[in-house]
């Protein structure tokens, strides 16, 4: 027995050890032979268990025909209009049972979406999805018309990614209406919208979204075929596609931006992204996600280049901040205080007299209630939540101090450490902060200094190791791509400079604006003429 | 290759990555500095550090250490010499502990004994060396601190007359004696040329090396207001100058200004220059200085060129306009030959007493690397007929008058 034989690399059948769903086959199921009563018999079996499935019998030229949909996800003034459509048409007296369908769609029925199905699978689906089908004596088809509706929220600001200037628009539960504001925002038709369904239960809709001309095509099949692979019985949102299709699932870092923010989606498939839409999840993915997408957003596009570049860097340093001050903390009190100034390190050793745990533990405790704090002032509501803070903040921390739990410096440590990672745009990376925060302080209270440097280390390792869809993760300040890194990344030079797409993404189209040239240098306003009064 | 030599391969390689990792491992893990723990609250800080002879054993030095009190209310505790407990009346409270012993290890093990917490000297901020001490206690003293490990080198050195205990023991107002001596060579004083301050290790560098007497400031307590008692406060009284580890010079503050202003050392200070007309007083004094050594026949010509310039605040003639530019050229020639005396007299003092604090020896034994038996045995007496050639051009910067 060749005990390596899980070690073999190399190409891997993707479907001959999977567990199968004890879901009917789609192909092993019936088409629709003409026959109405046989038809209306296999759906009353299958999807007329539920109390919402309804079939509405009526006569279309002589012929026996039925309406079958769900009565919760269908508009009832849709059918209404089918219904009044086929019951007040004048029809031919003869027609071909062959071309009725034909008929039907042409000259009868109002609506827009029309489709012809065979498959009574194919028909089961449609009809969860919110079409109404059509069934008629004699027919081997099955007409659905679209009439969908689910009532669903309009389109508002974003509840967690707040900015201070520039389009406040997010997207809403509803797919439709995601793609909808992505064409508004984008008027081009190179916007390619791929739709796909995934779930065998859930059949949740699944668009991809990219500029077909710029967006390097590799990303997009390789985002369709993975996406396409998710075999799933019910895709719950955004993150649980995001979690199967990224690179490396051990990986605490984002492998993809995840954003509800429309101007955030615009910019980044401008720049040749693709957008992953999930129906029924406001929060969209863009893909490929590198590291430096976690320390930018939209809005450094709306102040000057100045102020834009000092954000970004007051976001590099507060993730330094949140993810080492707890543990330098630990290190420099219990394994090396003479690294620090002298009168920092006896205020830091007067304000632990009487201290009763060593500053790892004291250090976790604080850390601890801010996780406790935070998560409560998440689920709260929001009046609730600030009263938490207010608790948390001046009782707690106070309270604490005075009961010699904690030094009073170490309530500024962590409330510095807070603050720093609630700076970082993303959510998502602001919880890998945390984790690499608590990481440091285990190892910090183990090898002190040392520790931290090690674990360091392994951090810039394990991120060079990463990629995502094919781009390397910490791209482009791995080195490959300077300008990359130093234009639009660690600095954001004034607009009209960035006339090129970043390179580490491999655009098809690198090109964003012609170079900028000023047509009016100088505006001369018109001079008053001199020796001519005006008139009064 | 085939599949059965590859799955062997691989599984050599598998085998060896976790080899390589498990001994990267053990090894970064017993790499020292680590699994140090020691936490803040168990060390005791010791501040500053003092050093005198013994007062009953000859042979013996008696060491002071300074040491942070943490906790609200110090308790006592005694070295095994004399006592000496006290406490500043503002926010930085200290106690003073001292021991007799043979070395200063020995001094701080028994200061150990007394302490519930572990000394840690490896933030002393200053130490004080008395004048007293023998030169045989002073050398072991500073071979002693510049080869421990756990002493902080950047740590200030300076010297007293008298008792280094006792200057250790002075009531400031608001701040621990050996705070105060740091600060006082820290950053709180920009201004260079009024005292030289000396780092542990430059005082150890500047005693081993060839052509340079090492020198050391020197401290006094006096009373900030000398009408009353208290406060004190701690002040550079000047420089003296070490031969052999004995004292053999000393410079006042005057002279020590002469000092530094033939080392360049001198930045961003005020200066008085008497001329013939009254005082000259210059602000925004800066100097550069270069020295060398050559030889003359039979003796040895020291030479410094001296670059002064400042910027003029105070005319000695207030009453005349200053449209002229003779009188100004004439106050440059007389500070030229007012600083080219008083920078001679300095030297010749430095002469006499055969000490060369500037290191003339060092820059001859540059220039004559193959004489440095006559710069390591006899350059005292060389330094001492030596002829001195110094030029100061000084250079003041009126910028007018508002009429």
């Known amino acids: ?536 | 290759m085939t599949g059965r030599s590859r799955f062997a391969f691989s599984s050599w390689q598998a085998v060896q990555r976790w080899v390589v990792t498990g001994v990267s491992v053990g090894t970064l893990l017993a790499v020292p500095g680590c699994w140090d723990y020691q936490s803040i609250n168990t060390r005791a800080t010791v501040l500053g550090m003092a050093i005198d002879p013994a007062p009953n054993h000859p042979d013996q030095i008696q060491v002071t250490a300074q040491f942070a009190v943490l906790h609200a209310d110090p308790s006592g505790g005694g070295g095994s010499g004399a006592m000496m407990g006290s406490q500043a009346s503002g926010s930085v409270p200290f106690e003073n502990l001292t021991a007799e012993a043979h070395s200063i290890t020995e001094g701080m093990r028994r200061l150990q004994l007394n302490l519930s917490r572990s000394v840690d000297s490896t933030q002393v901020r200053c130490v004080v060396f008395s004048e007293r001490l023998s030169p045989l206690q002073l050398q072991s003293a500073l071979q002693e601190l510049t080869r421990q490990t756990q002493i902080n080198r950047a740590a200030y050195v300076a010297a007293v007359p008298d008792s280094a205990a006792d200057l250790l023991a002075q009531p400031l107002s608001d701040e621990a004696p050996a705070d105060a001596v740091a600060k006082k060579f820290g950053v709180a004083v920009k201004q260079y040329g009024y005292y030289v301050r000396r780092q542990l290790w430059e005082f150890w560098r500047d005693s081993a090396q060839l052509g340079l007497s090492p020198s050391l400031p020197e401290l006094t307590a006096t009373d900030a207001v000398p009408s009353e008692g208290k406060p004190r406060v701690v002040d550079v009284s000047g420089l003296c100058i070490y031969k052999g580890a004995r004292v053999a010079a000393r410079l006042n503050r005057s002279d020590t200004l002469m000092f530094n202003i033939l080392s360049g050392r001198v930045r961003d200070m005020g200066l008085d220059i008497p001329v013939q007309e009254g005082l000259v007083s210059l602000g925004d004094v800066r100097v550069k200085s270069r020295l060398w050594t050559m030889a003359d026949g039979h003796r040895v010509r020291i030479v410094a060129r001296i670059r002064l310039q400042g910027t003029m605040a105070r005319r000695p003639d207030a009453d005349q306009m200053a449209d002229d530019p003779a009188p100004l050229t004439k106050m440059e020639e007389q500070a030229n030959q007012y600083l080219e005396q008083a920078l001679l007299s300095t030297v010749r003092k430095m002469q006499q007493a055969g000490v060369d604090p500037w290191g003339f020896g060092r820059f001859y034994l540059h220039a004559h690397p193959e004489q440095s038996e006559l710069v390591k045995y006899h350059w005292a007496d060389v330094f001492r007929t030596a002829t001195c050639d110094t030029h100061v051009r000084v250079r003041i910067i009126s910028r007018g008058e508002l009429v």
């Open chain 1, 1 to 536: 027995m060749d005990v390596f034989h899980f070690r073999r690399s190399g190409y891997r059948n993707q479907t001959a050890d999977r567990l199968k769903p004890k879901t009917p086959d789609y192909r092993d199921a019936p088409h629709i032979t003409g026959d109405l009563q046989k038809t209306l018999s296999y759906l009353k079996d299958t999807a007329g268990r539920s109390s919402d499935f309804v079939m509405r019998y009526t006569d279309i030229a002589g012929r026996d025909a039925a309406l079958v949909y769900y009565l919760t996800v269908t508009d009832q003034h849709t059918i209404e209009i089918i219904l009044r459509a086929l019951q007040t048409h004048r029809y031919p007296r003869r027609m071909p049972r062959h071309r009725m369908a034909e008929y039907l769609s042409r000259h009868v029925l109002p609506n827009s979406n029309i489709v012809f199905v065979t498959n009574l699978w194919e028909l089961r689906e449609l009809a969860t999805g919110g079409q109404v089908i059509l069934l008629v004596d004699g027919l081997t088809v099955a007409i659905t018309v679209g009439a969908l509706s689910v009532p669903h929220r309009t389109p508002d600001t974003p509840l967690l990614e707040a900015s201070t200037r520039g389009p406040q628009l997010a997207f809403v539960e509803n797919l439709e209406v995601n793609i909808g504001l992505m064409r508004r925002s984008l008027n081009s038709d190179s916007l390619t919208v791929r739709q796909l369904v995934v779930g065998y239960r859930s059949r949740t809709r699944v668009a991809l979204l990219y500029l077909h001309d710029v967006a390097n095509p590799n990303v997009v099949e390789t985002a369709l075929k993975r996406i396409e692979a998710v075999h799933v019985d019910k895709l719950t949102g955004s993150a649980t596609l995001e979690q199967r299709i990224v690179d490396s699932h051990w990986t605490i870092f984002p492998l993809s931006r995840s954003t509800a923010r429309l101007d955030n989606c615009v910019k980044e498939v401008g720049q040749g992204k693709v957008l992953i839409l999930v129906d029924g999840d406001p929060t969209a993915l863009l893909i490929p996600g590198t590291i430096i997408d976690f320390f930018q957003t939209m809005e450094d596009d709306q102040h000057n280049y100045v102020e834009a570049t000092l954000i970004r860097w007051l976001r590099i340093f507060s993730f330094f901040l949140g993810a080492y001050l707890p543990a330098l903390y630990v290190a420099f009190t219990d394994f090396t205080p003479s690294l620090m100034p002298q009168i920092l390190a006896l205020q830091i050793a007067r304000s632990r007299e009487g201290v009763p745990f060593p500053a790892v533990v004291e250090v976790l405790i604080m850390q601890t209630v801010i996780e406790i704090l935070r998560e409560a002032a998440l689920r709260l509501p929001k009046v609730m939540g600030q009263t938490i803070g207010i608790v948390g903040g001046l009782v707690l921390g106070e309270a604490s101090v005075q009961a010699g739990l904690v030094s009073n410096i170490l309530i500024v440590v962590i409330a510095l450490a807070a603050l720093s990672i609630f700076v970082m745009p993303s959510i998502d990376f602001s919880a890998v902060i945390r984790i690499i925060s608590v990481c440091n302080i285990l190892v910090s209270a183990l090898f002190g200094l040392y520790g931290i440097v090690l674990l360091a280390v392994l951090v810039l390792y394990h991120l060079a190791s990463l990629k995502s869809f094919g781009v390397e993760y910490i791209a482009p300040l791995g080195g490959q791509n300077v300008r990359d890194a130093v234009l639009d990344g660690l600095l954001r030079v004034p607009l009209p400079l960035l006339d090129r797409r970043a390179s580490h993404l491999q655009p098809q189209e690198d090109t964003r604006s012609a170079d900028y040239t000023n047509p009016v240098q100088h505006t001369m306003l018109e001079k008053p003429r001199r020796g001519k009064r005006r008139k009064r």
